[in-house]
């Protein structure tokens, strides 16, 4: 009977300790994913002069570096400018999102002049963009919570030709 519970009380505790264990990968995988975005002391320099001699690519990194892994959105849009001049349509579309969605920084006007540009590039670079009413239609659907900013995208993504728009400020507003 003694040896019974002897077994039972190795069994428990290994299982604990197993688990503890997974539990502490688990915590370090989740700690190791923004890691990736980390730019070391040495290299942060270098991707700086990179991105001022004309990279996209270092401007970009360093961009994803500021507003992910430190939350610096000023220096964010500053990098991300920069990638966006040497022409990264990653950029482009970041800044967009930004100017288009973001509560504290929603500029529409800005978002329009990216856009343009997300579309020079687009032809240039041969890339596969929506169309204005498809965007118009996308920027509704992200502001549904705003009443009035919801319709006025609803209004834009029509006025592009968003069938959808127009059914739906047909149906729900009885706008034609």
Do not use: C
């Amino acid at each position: 009977m003694r040896r019974f519970f002897v077994i039972g009380v190795i069994v428990v505790v290994v299982t604990a300790a197993l688990s503890v264990s997974s539990r502490a990968e688990e915590k370090l995988q989740i700690v190791s994913m923004n890691d990736g975005l980390r730019i070391s002391a040495n290299e942060l320099p270098v991707l700086k002069k990179k991105a001022k001699r004309g990279d996209g690519e270092a401007a970009l990194k360093l961009a994803t570096y500021y507003g992910v892994y430190l939350s610096e959105k000023k220096t964010e849009l500053y990098y991300l400018k920069l990638a966006a001049r040497n022409d990264s349509d990653v950029a482009v579309r970041n800044l967009i999102t930004i100017y288009g969605n973001d509560s504290e920084l929603f500029d529409f006007r800005k978002a329009l002049l990216w856009r343009q540009r997300l579309k020079d590039l687009a032809r240039r670079k041969n890339i596969a963009i929506d169309s204005d009413g498809e965007w118009g239609y996308d920027l509704y659907l992200n502001h549904l919570g705003d009443k009035d900013r919801g319709l006025f995208f609803l209004k834009y993504a029509a006025k592009h030709g968003s069938e959808k728009a127009r059914q739906e400020l047909n149906e729900t507003f009885g706008i034609q």
